[in-house]
């Protein structure tokens, strides 16, 4: 076993160096320690059924155990050869090849998470929903605990499908949620909602909406809480869908850069000690630039961009 598990290290780290010269060589590399997995998870299925039939209990643990072990050897190999493709951008060749391996990976979190992101990259969003959901629901005592990205994809596969009452009902779960841990922790830090509202609105921006309602009505959420940093980093893409539809509505893109306007000008006020950098204990001490790396400086640059646009 030892000397198994030695081998599966060496075939994998080598499959991964190989990647960084030649993603050709890395996926057959890959491709023959996922086939070899495949075979032995195959295996342990028929040792499964026989000591099933056999009425051997104890034999049923061990092939079990055994098939968990290859498959917990599987998914990372598999995962890294899917990568290659996602890299490239090829979501569907993703897809099919997750499709591939549904036989013995069906249960598998990690599996069913990958493959919802998949689905969400295609704009698959019906499909996505069938397996973030599942996900969300398993912590739904503590929502926190899911990835803010997975809770983000899921409320923007509720709206991309008419499902916006579902995604204000999650929203005001995740935000319930943050407001129980800043009673019950001061000084803890919380962040979901904050980027689930980014999300969605740089997708409404990046989908080409023309009627922005939707944008600015997450922007007025994120101004109402701690977060103006993240709200300047979406109005800069939100602004771009609106800047490439100016000409076609002037009078509407003018009233909406208007209100972008006044939102940064409140930032000005309240975002002096908001800091934009987060804290990280290995980079150069930024005090001597403090003013700098403030919400309110970041919003005096972002209105001067726009007035030199627009004004």
């Not at 099919?96 to 698959?124: A, I, P």
């Not at 969605?200 to 007025?220: A, C, M, W």
Request: glycine fraction near 4%; include cysteine.
């Amino acid at each position: 076993m030892v000397t198994l598990c030695f081998q599966y290290l060496y075939d994998f780290l080598d499959a991964i160096m190989t990647q960084e010269t030649s993603p050709e060589e890395a996926y057959r590399k890959f491709d023959e320690l996922a086939s070899k997995h495949v075979e032995l998870l195959r295996k342990h299925t028929k040792q499964v059924q026989e000591a099933r039939d056999a009425g051997e209990e104890e034999g049923v643990k061990r092939a079990v155990s055994d098939y968990d072990d290859t498959l917990d050897r599987y998914i990372p190999v598999l995962m890294a050869q899917a990568k290659i493709y996602w890299d490239m951008e090829n979501y569907s060749q993703v897809e099919n090849f997750f499709h591939k391996s549904v036989e013995f990976c069906d249960g598998n979190e990690t599996w069913r998470l990958h493959v919802s992101h998949v689905l969400y990259m295609q704009d698959k969003f019906k499909e996505a929903i069938a397996f973030y959901e599942p996900i969300v629901k398993k912590y739904s005592n503590n929502l926190l605990n899911v990835s803010a990205i997975v809770l983000a994809n899921l409320c923007v596969s509720y709206i991309m499908t008419s499902q916006n009452e579902e995604a204000e009902d999650l929203m005001r779960k995740i935000e319930k949620e943050e407001e129980r841990i800043v009673f019950e922790e001061p000084n803890k830090k919380t962040f979901h909602l904050c980027i689930v509202n980014l999300v969605i609105g740089n997708t409404s921006g990046s989908e080409g909406v023309k009627n922005f309602t939707t944008v600015d009505k997450h922007i007025e959420r994120i101004n109402r809480g701690n977060h103006r940093v993240e709200a300047n980093i979406k109005l800069v893409a939100v602004n771009e869908q609106r800047i490439g539809n100016v000409f076609l509505y002037e009078t509407t893109a003018r009233v909406q850069i208007q209100e972008c306007i006044t939102f940064l000008e409140q930032c000005e006020v309240f975002g002096k000690d908001v800091p934009t950098v987060p804290e990280q204990p290995l980079v150069e001490d930024l005090t001597a630039n403090h003013g700098k790396h403030t919400v309110t400086y970041e919003a005096r640059l972002l209105k001067s961009l726009l007035l030199k646009l627009f004004y």
